[in-house]
């Protein structure tokens, strides 16, 4: 059954009627509700792999994500959204992958940002423990985000080599550094250190929380992502598979976000 189920997804519902639900979908949308920082848990595409290319290198589950991704860019712009954060490789991933696994996600992974990065639109900032990459390719990663420094639009983030306790991690480093070039001791910081304070030390320190967090593949966990900025977003899970999730898909995430009563921990 599952089979035929994706089987029937994938030709159902023909294009022309795929593209009047997605407009009636965006009509329905409240703008003045939508999120300003769209998240995503972009999971489940070695699944997609092995179910859609049995045989072949998980290297075509990567790139089918990948340019998923570069669509799900694009719907976030048209949607006016200000801020998206993609996630496309965790610290514990880099752990357990061998170095063969690796070299394919990563090639993937660069040529992702730069593809974004070559299209000039929206600035482009790879987050996330970049010291623990391949030097060449954390370079290579910093360099087509430099070459979007200044321009406009939409910010987006490539969260690559990116988890939660490393990002606290890094964030309590960088703190207690700057404090210490103020001449402060470890007994001032202690007493003195605020919540704000700590917030400007993140990989996303200066933009706006996550609004909404999707995550696909079925799974309803965080795993640690973007831990002390999630405090008060909103949770939206997809059973797609992430190469297999669609334009509908997104417009229904936004639709649910709109019609929540946001409480921000009330």
Same mark, same amino acid.
């Given at each position: *059954?599952?089979?035929?189920?994706?089987?029937?997804?994938?030709?159902?519902?023909?294009?022309?009627?795929?593209? $009047?639900?997605?407009?009636?979908?965006?009509?329905?949308?409240? $703008?003045?509700?939508?999120?300003?920082?769209?998240?995503?848990?972009?999971?489940?595409?070695?699944?997609?792999?092995?179910?859609?290319?049995?045989?072949?290198?998980?290297?075509?589950?990567?790139?089918?994500?990948?340019?998923?991704?570069?669509?799900?860019?694009?719907?976030?712009?048209?949607?006016?959204?200000?801020?998206?954060?993609?996630?496309?490789?965790? $610290?514990?991933?880099?752990?357990?992958?061998?170095?063969?696994?690796?070299?394919?996600?990563?090639?993937?992974?660069?040529?992702?940002?730069? $593809?974004?990065?070559?299209?000039?639109?929206?600035?482009?900032?790879?987050?996330?423990?970049?010291?623990?990459?391949?030097?060449?390719?954390?370079?290579?990663? *910093?360099?087509?985000?430099?070459?979007?420094?200044?321009?406009?639009? *939409?910010?987006?983030?490539?969260?690559?080599?990116?988890?939660?306790?490393?990002? *606290?991690?890094?964030?309590?480093?960088?703190?207690?550094?700057?404090?210490?070039?103020?001449?402060?001791?470890?007994?001032?910081?202690?007493?003195?250190?605020?919540?704000?304070?700590?917030?400007?030390?993140?990989?996303?320190?200066?933009?706006?929380?996550?609004?909404?967090?999707?995550?696909?593949?079925?799974?309803?966990?965080?795993?640690?992502?973007?831990?002390?900025?999630?405090?008060?977003?909103?949770?939206?899970?997809?059973?797609?598979?992430?190469?297999?999730?669609?334009?509908?898909?997104?417009?229904?995430?936004?639709?649910?976000?709109?019609?929540?009563?946001?409480?921000?921990?009330?």
């Amino acid at each position: *059954m599952p089979a035929l189920r994706r089987i029937v997804d994938r030709f159902w519902p023909p294009e022309w009627l795929y593209t $009047t639900y997605v407009s009636q979908l965006r009509g329905q949308l409240d $703008t003045d509700r939508l999120p300003q920082h769209v998240a995503v848990l972009a999971d489940g595409n070695r699944r997609w792999a092995r179910l859609n290319a049995p045989g072949k290198p998980l290297a075509v589950g990567y790139q089918a994500g990948a340019d998923k991704l570069v669509e799900f860019v694009e719907w976030c712009d048209e949607a006016g959204i200000a801020v998206v954060t993609l996630w496309v490789l965790s $610290t514990d991933n880099l752990d357990r992958a061998d170095a063969e696994e690796l070299k394919p996600l990563l090639r993937v992974i660069q040529e992702l940002v730069s $593809t974004l990065a070559a299209t000039r639109r929206w600035p482009v900032q790879a987050v996330g423990a970049l010291d623990l990459l391949p030097p060449e390719c954390s370079a290579t990663l *910093m360099e087509h985000a430099q070459s979007t420094e200044g321009l406009s639009g *939409m910010h987006v983030n490539v969260a690559v080599s990116y988890g939660g306790r490393h990002e *606290m991690r890094d964030a309590v480093r960088s703190l207690l550094a700057s404090r210490a070039d103020q001449g402060a001791t470890l007994e001032d910081v202690a007493n003195t250190v605020e919540v704000e304070e700590i917030a400007e030390h993140l990989y996303t320190k200066g933009q706006p929380d996550p609004d909404l967090i999707i995550r696909t593949s079925g799974e309803q966990r965080l795993s640690g992502f973007l831990m002390w900025q999630s405090a008060h977003s909103e949770f939206y899970f997809c059973e797609a598979l992430w190469p297999d999730f669609r334009k509908v898909d997104f417009m229904r995430a936004l639709r649910d976000y709109s019609q929540r009563e946001r409480r921000f921990g009330h």
